[in-house]
Every structure is written in structure tokens, then in C-alpha cells.
């Protein structure tokens, strides 16, 4: 069975602190694929990236940035000089190789970024 | 614009009645699933279709029902709504499992059973 786990429920910090949402996750396939989605308060989802289990190349784009460790089985996701504009829940997810559709969902991270 | 429709984006049902969430997407995308957000739960999946005339049931399905008789349309039956299905349902849909764009998310119904 697949699992992911988002242990911080909760985060706050004040704008320009960088930020990390930690991620882990559980399966036992070797071909998967990680996703973060984020949810402002407006509450659409928006899709932030995608990496699979052959590629643990980090990623930057802008202020984000990825980092996957498949000998931790994480896959975290750091914001530089945090935003308002970044308070959102973030969500990581997964789904493996073989699968017919179940893309499965952490619980998320709220993140509070105050002015 | 292309992307995923879901209607109504409201809706209030009393306890025992049946509805239909609908969710149309028009980016020809083979994988189309169904999620329930309630909080402090993440993203529950409720149901999932692989093409048309397949489905399968998610962690969740107790309550639904679906049926994809076309590409384009996986609509979500709640058979006799009760409280415990009030929540906001996402309907999603991608290219493939895996897809490098990540899944297409619909804007959200929220339903509120009294």
C-alpha cells in the first residue's frame, strides 16, 4: 500500500524566511511519481510540480525548490523569502507506476505567512 | 478554455435525497478521478476511471456511485445523501497516471448535507 505523510499540519512564519514542508512517503514499487499541488484560500489546486523515482535531480523554480531523497524516501519542498502570497495548504502526493489512477494525498500543510 | 467543469459549485440537500456532481473535461484525458476534501483529512479518493466504460472504486466509495459512458464526462452519484457526505468534492483528470503536467483539478462542489 502507498502512503504519504505530511507531518506539519501547521506553519507560520514572517515574510522573507525561508521555508521547508517536509514530505515522506511509503511505497514499495520502484516506479512512482511525486506531486505538490497548491491550495490558496480562493481553494482551486494547483499543480507545482511532478518528479519520478528515477529522477532525484533537485529542482528550482524562482523562490521553490525540490528536493528528493529517495534513500529517506522524502520529498521536500523549501520556499526562499517566504511571500504572503504563498499562504496556502500544500499538498504532496503519489502514485505509482503501475497504477489505474489512485493518486494519493498527504493531509497538507497549512502555511501562514505574515506581513 | 480547455480544462475541467464541475457543476453545481453549491449545492444543500436534505438527508435521504440524490444527487448527481457532474465533471466534464475537454482535454481528451483518459485518467479521471474523484476526491473529497474534508478538514484535516487531505484529499480522499472516492472513485477513478481508467477510459470510458472503466471504473474502480478509491478509498472511499461506500455512498457513490460513477459510470463513464464517454471520454469526456465522469459524473459522481451520491445515492441517499447523509451528513457524513458533506464536504467539498474535487473531480481531477489527467493524460496518464503519471502525467507530466500533474493532474487537471475542476474548481469544486461544496455540498452541504442537513
Known amino acids: 500500500a502507498q502512503k504519504v505523510t505530511q507531518a506539519q499540519t501547521e506553519i507560520s512564519v514572517v515574510e522573507k524566511e525561508d521555508v521547508t514542508l517536509d514530505c515522506v512517503y511509503e511505497?514499495?514499487?520502484?516506479?512512482?511519481?511525486l506531486f505538490w499541488y497548491k491550495q490558496p484560500p480562493s481553494g482551486e489546486l494547483v499543480f507545482l510540480i511532478r518528479r519520478n523515482s528515477f529522477d532525484e535531480q533537485n529542482e528550482i523554480s524562482g523562490r521553490y525548490s525540490w528536493n528528493f531523497q529517495k534513500s529517506t524516501s522524502s520529498f521536500n519542498f523549501t520556499i526562499t523569502a517566504s511571500q504572503v502570497v504563498d499562504s496556502a495548504v500544500y499538498f504532496c502526493a503519489l502514485i505509482v507506476g503501475g497504477s489505474q489512477g489512485n493518486l494519493i494525498f498527504g493531509k497538507g500543510t497549512k502555511l501562514s505567512v505574515k506581513p | 478554455n480547455a480544462g475541467v467543469t464541475q457543476t453545481p459549485k453549491f449545492q444543500v440537500l436534505k438527508t435521504g435525497q440524490s444527487m448527481t456532481l457532474q465533471c466534464a473535461q475537454d482535454m481528451n484525458h483518459e485518467y479521471m478521478s474523484w476526491y473529497r476534501q474534508d478538514p484535516g483529512m487531505g484529499l480522499r479518493l472516492i472513485h477513478y476511471s481508467v477510459g470510458a466504460g472503466i471504473t474502480d472504486q478509491g478509498e472511499v466509495p461506500n455512498g457513490y456511485n460513477v459510470s463513464r459512458s464517454t471520454t469526456e464526462d465522469f459524473p459522481l452519484r451520491l445515492l441517499s445523501a447523509a451528513p457524513s457526505q458533506t464536504s467539498v468534492y474535487f473531480c481531477?483528470?489527467?493524460?496518464?497516471?503519471?502525467?507530466?503536467?500533474?493532474?487537471?483539478f475542476g474548481s469544486g462542489t461544496r455540498l452541504t448535507v442537513v
Open positions: 481531477a483528470s489527467s493524460y496518464s497516471p503519471g502525467g507530466l503536467q500533474g493532474y487537471t
Open positions: 511505497t514499495r514499487d520502484t516506479t512512482y511519481y
